[in-house]
């Protein structure tokens, strides 16, 4: 991701949280981090949620943020073609 686009992916992602949608798939918190030309996106639920956002893909408020940040981010690999692609990897974690 360009960083001066930074700011319109972060407001594309306030617009869509007040549709509901990611209240319906189970989302309790989302975060957008940037370093440098890298975009990450953490969302947090209290259950699995992936089934629920694999079959929110056709709902018209899932397409539309899709599509508006899709204007500034680019797959990390190119040989992405699924939403599970870019899925993340936990390979460690910690609580107190």
Do not use: C, Q
């Not at 947090?44 to 899709?70: C, Q, S, T, Y």
């Not at 190119?78 to 993340?88: P, Q």
Request: charged share 35%; no cysteine; glycine share 4%.
């Amino acid at each position: 991701m360009d960083p001066a686009d930074a700011e319109r992916v972060a407001a594309a992602f306030e617009d869509h949280d007040t549709t509901g949608l990611p209240e319906e798939i189970g989302l309790t918190r989302r975060t957008l981090f940037r370093f440098h030309d890298l975009y990450m996106h953490l969302i947090e639920a209290d259950d699995d949620v992936l089934p629920k956002i694999l079959e929110a893909r056709d709902d018209p408020r899932f397409r539309k943020v899709n599509e508006e940040v899709g204007r500034y981010l680019t797959p990390y690999a190119s040989d992405w073609s699924r939403l599970t692609d870019s899925k993340a990897e936990v390979i460690y974690t910690w609580e107190a």
